[in-house]
């Protein structure tokens, strides 16, 4: 009916307000409707902006774990280059100790000698006394 109206020459004020006032409802059933969909985004946008604080609080709770992570990593390599020195000194204990004991054992040995030579020695010495005694 509003195409009828637009496309035939306006031969009143009667028509003339009939048409502007049909333009118009026209015209306010389209502002209705974007109105809706425009609320309808808006409601889209919430629940977005929901999700992307939820991400970022993710994100936050990530960053501070791979954060304490680095931090727990650079800790344990300054306690492996300390284990590390550590070692190395065992070691050179070890070694030493080592040398000592080899120093030790030949000082056993050279002793575990001179005590079988003057065991022999006093056998010796006990062969020739108990064969004087047995002689006289």
Do not use: W
Not at 1 to 28: F, G, T, V, Y
Not at 93 to 104: E, I
Not at 107 to 136: C, G, P, Y
Request: glycine share 2%; net charge negative.
């Amino acid at each position: 009916m509003s195409e009828d109206l637009a496309n035939q020459p306006p031969q009143s004020d009667h028509q003339i307000l009939k048409l502007i006032l049909m333009s118009l409802q026209s015209l306010n059933g389209h502002i209705i409707s974007f109105d809706s969909r425009f609320g309808s985004l808006e409601r889209h946008f919430d629940r977005l902006e929901i999700r992307v604080d939820r991400i970022d609080s993710r994100i936050e709770n990530v960053e501070q774990g791979l954060k304490n992570v680095q931090t727990d990593i650079t800790q344990l390599h300054k306690n492996q280059d300390a284990m590390r020195g550590d070692i190395h000194d065992l070691n050179n204990v070890v070694h030493d100790v080592s040398q000592k004991q080899t120093v030790l054992t030949d000082t056993v040995r050279k002793m575990d000698q001179s005590f079988q030579d003057v065991f022999e020695r006093l056998h010796i010495v006990e062969a020739t006394r108990h064969q004087q005694n047995s002689t006289t």
